[in-house]
């Protein structure tokens, strides 16, 4: 299954859990991929209940159960027995009720139905998953490692495996394997056939929107990165040695493997790239690495930050898949507590209506910025007192929803410091100039000097 299919999933509502009763539907299948045998309804029951989808009826004691479409076709994929079997869910959707005691739990599907997707319930809302999306859970270690701010010169050498959104620079030196997406908005890059003529490239689709994430394994030694592999843009490069992490991002490299596919459509080159001198810190700390969409770390990090928030990404949209906004909710409640908030976003037209909104939102600040420095801002981090979050997700419900992510949480004051400077220069306009502008506008300076002096005499 391709996931442009999925627009649909502004369809999508995310239903409020009802008030608190003795039974609960958890999970529903309602359109498995290949055998709709396997069609399922997962609920739990304190009292007596009854499962209907007003064609048939259920009834159970207390405890979870499962009914199937077909209890063969269950056991052999799941490899338990349901509880009870025959009910059968419309494709295009229905509304299946559960009754106790104290009351009933209702769920309509009808708004969207998608092959492979289950609803599933968390956190006091529906939620939705699909079938084949993996289930890797965060890993953390206490780590030393370098972070550099691009611009910069940046090559990556040894013999390893890279994952990147796209890549149309060959800055690597020895013997690497890439996974890169198939089909990325606007075609894949001309530059990036050529490399894959010179590396061994896997291109992948599937459930996922979009295979975004960037980064790479070589032994022990771990690089995530907000950048596809060039470095003429504002954006951030964390490097550490960590055998369980890196034993983790080769576990999602080979489990993702499974959506090779052919190439999409081809592109025209990208242009050409500057390069510029960066900006680099070494630090010891604690990390935490996630894997989206399995774990997103994102709200949570906005939610319990003190003192500042400082949030840079390119652009940011609080469209979601009902009428809420997780990103929204996060960033207000942070600065209902009191938080320092200010949003940075790249100079993109579109941006405006975004800055517009964020300032008339009490306690935070917005802006777009532009800088001499590098050609846009295409970092996504977020930083708080003591820690930061890098990520390779736009603030979109594609990147932290629907796309193959990666994030780094850093537990650090030195870097909460480090890149805090980074975001006020950047906010501020503050510029670095380097060494060789620095010697031909001395240059220039002397000339006009010189010819300044020549005119008076």
């Known amino acids: 299954m391709s996931l442009p299919r999925t627009a649909k999933l502004l369809l999508l509502a995310t239903l409020l859990i009802h008030p608190t009763i003795a ?18 309804v997962k609920v739990s029951c304190e009292t007596n209940c009854t499962l209907t989808d007003s064609e048939d009826e259920f009834s159970f004691g207390p405890g979870v159960h499962y009914v199937a479409r077909n209890a063969t076709a269950f056991v052999d994929h799941y490899g338990f027995p349901p509880d009870a079997e025959g009910i059968r869910l419309s ?143 504002r954006g951030i490069i964390v490097e550490f040695e960590s055998e369980n992490v890196a034993e983790l991002l080769k576990e999602v490299f080979e489990h993702d493997l499974k959506y090779e596919s052919s190439p999409g459509k081809v592109s025209d080159v990208k242009g050409s790239y500057r390069e510029g001198k960066g900006r680099e810190l070494e630090f010891s700390g604690r990390v935490e690495v996630h894997v989206l969409p399995d774990s997103n770390p994102v709200f949570g990090f906005i939610e319990n930050s003190t003192g500042f928030l400082y949030i840079a990404v390119p652009y940011i949209s609080f469209e979601w898949f009902d009428d809420s906004s997780p990103l929204l909710s996060a960033i207000l409640n942070a600065s209902r507590r009191g938080v320092e908030v200010r949003v940075m976003l790249a100079d993109y037209e579109r941006n405006r209506d975004a800055v517009e909104f964020l300032s008339s939102l009490p ?3 917005a802006k777009m910025v532009r800088s001499p420095e590098f050609d846009e801002l295409h970092a996504k981090y977020l930083v708080t007192d003591g820690k930061v979050l890098i990520t390779s997700a736009n603030f979109n419900k594609y990147g932290l929803k629907l796309n193959r992510e990666i994030a780094v949480v850093i537990e650090s004051d030195e870097v909460s410091g480090f890149l ?11 510029s670095e100039i380097s060494p060789a502008v620095s010697l031909t506008l001395l240059g220039i300076a002397l000339l006009a000097g010189f010819y300044l002096l020549r005119r008076l005499s």
């Open 363 to 365: 306690g935070v600040e």
């Open 91 to 233: 494709n295009s959707g229905e509304e299946i009720t559960l009754k106790c005691e104290d009351g009933a739990d209702v769920f309509d599907y009808s708004f969207f139905t998608d092959d492979g997707l289950i609803y599933y319930r968390e956190g006091g809302k529906w939620d939705f998953r699909y079938e084949d999306w993996s289930s890797f859970p965060p890993v953390s270690d206490n780590v030393s490692g370098r972070i550099v701010v691009t611009p910069t010169s940046y090559v990556l050498r040894g013999e390893g495996i890279v994952a990147s959104y796209t890549v149309t620079k060959d800055n690597f030196d020895g013997s690497f394997e890439f996974a890169v997406d198939a089909s990325p908005v606007g075609g894949i890059p001309a530059e990036e056939m050529v490399l894959a003529k010179k590396y061994r490239f896997h291109f992948l689709e599937g459930s996922y929107r979009n295979f975004h994430y960037k980064f790479a394994v070589l032994g022990s030694n771990v690089v995530i990165t907000t950048e596809n592999w060039k470095w003429d843009n």
């Open 23 to 40: 039974c609960q539907i958890l999970e529903v299948l309602p359109n498995p991929y290949g055998d709709d045998g396997r069609e399922y």
């Open 420 to 430: 805090k400077d980074v975001f006020e220069g950047d906010w501020e306009g503050r």
